[in-house]
């Protein structure tokens, strides 16, 4: 093969591989057209806790919505994710982060529903509450870190966001957290799912591996009994905020199956 011909075939090689890399990063941008995902925020946040995660969804073409969660009772929390599954045109993905584990457990049940993804989230069975599953195990640090107000609402302290909440976060970004969480009423801990969701939808679970706020080690107790494909990260109790490529990644997963 002579100079010239050598020079052609590397410049079409190129050609080709920019072609290819092109396409398929046109396919990735519109591989998620026609999904909707429903997440549902836990407590001490709000919905704004999937900001990072809800472009990465858009660019792939899905359709997002984040639910604002009253945080003052399983039964309110139900209600409110489930008028924004029902405005939903076809199937949705419904996530849920932390006490929104608890959330999407109920409301998933709804038929509009596809599959389940739980972030560092709790997945309790029928009948039970969260307390139920926390019952007999010692007090994590920051439940002394908590306040309550005269409605019986609880908030953490921006201390607590800052070293056992949010500690992988930026500074301002944890401070951020800590100004814009959702007051949670206490008695949200002894509601108990009716019937647990994951019984019937296929689930998946983003597991922390630095969470200081539910157990690694009970995180993997409950993935393992919903039967859900779990991805670890290393991340605090905000996986959506500190890893939320790999969240999204996640909920991608859950869509296409």
Known sequence: MNTRMKKWFAAACLFGGLFSVQAAHAEAQGDLKGTNVVLVHGAFADGSSWSKVIPLLEA???HVVAVQNPLSSL??????TKRVIDAQTGPVVLVGHSWGGVVISQAGNDDKVKALVYVAAFAPD???????MLKGKPAPAWVSQLQKDSGGFLTLSTDAIIHQFA???PLPEARLVA???GPWFSGCTDD???TAAWHTKPSWYVLAEQDHMIDPGLQQVMATQIGATVTRVKSSHVAMLSQPKAVAAVIAAAAKK
């Not at 039964?75 to 409110?80: F, I, K, R």
Request: no cysteine; proline share 0%.
């Open 192 to 194: 108990k799912v009716t």
């Open 60 to 62: 792939r073409g899905a």
């Open 179 to 181: 100004a814009t969480q």
């Open 167 to 169: 500690q992988d976060l």
């Open 75 to 80: 039964a309110d929390d139900v209600a409110a």
């Open 126 to 132: 029928s009948g039970v509450s969260i307390n139920d």
